[in-house]
């Protein structure tokens, strides 16, 4: 059976807030964790109006709070804005309250604009390039501390932090590889570079103390309903703040509107068509059948899904025709 992980940037739909968007992701992990799905991640942007987990750490807390058995953690943290102790402590943290349940996403690119990057920051001296530097550096300061270590990350030494190599290129397939860790390719809303990527971690994948063999999480949009119209109804919520996105309008998450895409000019369309065809969007048994050619194409370890949907209800209720559409695939084959 597929490894169903979710992943959720506690989307702020139009009319509703940030808190409330806090609120739906605590509560969306609570209904994965009974359907069953193996993690909750969410993901680090910022200066983004309809994304309410710029706070990564903090919101992860929140939501580790009211679950109990469902794995955690970020996907990801952005490395580069961050110094690799202070990202030690705070993951440190969480595997102290919540032991064997962490994970830690790391990301090389800023998840923000050059101006929100800046304000982060104070500067840009710390350079994409020093990500695989920075990365080594987090890692050892959740080994055990040694004596005369002069700096230790206090909670983080010696707890069990499972952490991940992000990718959207070839790039992070190579450190994931080198240095022996999983890894997880957002093809979600960059796939071009997914096929090369996994091939490369494969290839390449060196065993260590962390990982004996290579693991590959792909990200996959599904938006499920109980019929394919209303699944492509709701999905034209992700499609038109993409297109926002794309053309400097960002902004909160828009309710779904009839006959979206349709009335794109075929540049948009073609940047829908090619950003986001890693989707799957339909009723039970087209999601069920998107879902096993998806997985028969990539090979995939793992599946990291995220969907995009403006209410909370159908949101919940796309997680769960999703969980019952894998079970489905897994009696079938």
């Known amino acids: 059976m597929i490894t169903l992980s979710v992943l959720d940037l506690s989307p702020i739909p139009e009319g509703s807030d940030a808190g409330q968007a806090l609120r739906n992701s605590a509560d969306l992990a609570r209904h994965a964790e009974q359907l069953g799905y193996n993690r909750f991640w969410m993901a680090e942007h910022h200066n983004m109006p309809g994304i309410a987990s710029a706070a990564t750490a903090v919101a992860l807390a929140h939501v580790a709070h009211g679950t109990s058995r469902i794995r955690i953690g970020a996907g ?76 230790q990350a206090v909670p983080g030494a010696g707890l069990a932090v499972e952490a991940w190599i992000l990718g959207s290129s070839t790039f992070g397939a190579q450190l994931a590889a080198m240095l022996g860790l999983p890894y997880a390719f957002a093809s979600h809303f960059a796939p071009a570079q997914m096929r090369d990527a996994v091939e490369i971690y494969r290839a390449r994948f060196r065993p260590s103390a962390r990982l004996a063999a290579p693991h590959v999480m792909l990200g996959v949009n599904v938006v499920a309903a109980p019929t394919d119209a209303e699944a492509r109804f709701l999905y034209s919520s992700l499609q038109q703040a993409f297109v926002n996105l794309r053309t400097g309008r960002a902004g909160k998450l828009p309710a779904p509107v009839e006959g979206f895409a349709e009335r794109l000019d075929p540049r948009a369309q073609a940047m829908l068509d090619n950003a986001l065809s890693c989707s799957i969007v339909g009723g039970p048994e087209t999601v069920r059948q998107g879902l096993a050619d998806f997985v028969a194409r990539t090979g995939a370890d793992e599946l990291m899904v995220t969907a995009q949907v403006h209410d909370h209800a159908a949101r919940l209720r796309s997680f769960g025709i999703l969980a019952e559409a894998r079970q489905a695939v897994s009696l079938a084959a």
Do not use: C, K, S, W
């Not at 990801?76 to 064997?100: I, R, S």
């Not at 695989?132 to 050892?140: I, N, Q, S």
């Open 76 to 151: 990801g943290v952005m490395l580069p804005n961050h110094a690799p102790l202070v990202v030690a402590e705070q993951f440190g943290t969480l595997a102290a309250l919540h032991p064997g349940r962490i994970d830690l996403g790391l990301g090389r690119a800023p998840g923000t604009d050059g101006h929100a990057a800046q304000a982060l920051r104070r500067n840009l001296h710390a350079d994409v390039d020093d990500f695989p530097r920075d990365v080594m550096e987090l890692l050892a300061y959740f080994e055990p501390a040694q004596p005369g270590q002069a700096v």
